[in-house]
């Protein structure tokens, strides 16, 4: 999106007030009732809980106060945006990890220290837009493997050439796409209905994570059998909603949120792929601006 002077104005005074507002938090007394202040963030500083002002408040999921609200503002004036409501939830937990990640930290999403310093040194986000690919066409085209359908291919066209392919698996293995929940995407043209980074919460079943949905499909039945609307179709891979991979392993059982092998190609009728090459074509539809006409072919 092009900035014009007037968006890169608040743009850069939100980052001004927001590095404002983290100098008083460790200096300024709180609110009192008869102080007045059109500014958020350093109202949000002074009303600091008290015994965190000589020293930056380690903030997790779960933290909410004026302190959060400072740190959503920090991390919105360097390319993270937040609403600064305060509540330190799953989408400041992305944000923050996602800054450690970049700043080579520990992306644990705890902000402590050297996060609050990283915060503080870090310049705004770029004055001028990243650079785009050109105008063109882009497509997702599936290409099925017949004889191994966890090894097909996903690949990102654009103009009919390739850019990048990835391997990727559909259903169970089964080649049979009126099998719902089992048998692979049924060919075709879907259309691309959104993306999202962090689908699905930490209580949620199912899909979490990097996920891009697809349009629902009616299979091509086969003689004797029936038509069968597929549904809630999504390219994915396996992780929790903030991207990362589940900690926990037990010997011989598999974690749906984290990826172990060849055999979380395996899907209930999705498309699969690793957690690495689905942030990759993320960075990659990111940079294309995420054609409103994006489409998946399936062949």
Known sequence: MNRTPRTLWATLTTAALAIAAFATLGTQAPDTATAS??????????????????????????AQGSAVTTLQQLLTARGHSLTADGAFGPLTEAAVRAFQAQHSLQADGIVGPKTWNALRSTPTAPTKPSPRPGPGTYTLKLTKNWGDPLNSRLALVKDGKELKSYRAGSGLGVTNECASGAGWLPSGTYQVKGHERDHGNWISKGIRGYAIQLADKPCKPKPGQKTVMRTELF???EMLHTGAQNPLYIEGKDNIYRWDGNVDYES??????????????????????WPKNLTLQVS
Not at 39 to 62: E, F, I, M, V
């Open 235 to 237: 390219i994915h891979s």
């Open 37 to 62: 202040s059109s500014d958020p963030a350093a109202s949000a500083a002074r009303s600091a809980d008290p015994a965190s002002r000589n020293q930056w408040p380690t903030l997790r999921t779960g």
């Open 268 to 289: 209930w009728g999705c498309i699969k792929i690793t957690p690495t090459d689905i942030k990759d074509l993320f960075t990659r539809l990111d940079q294309a601006g």
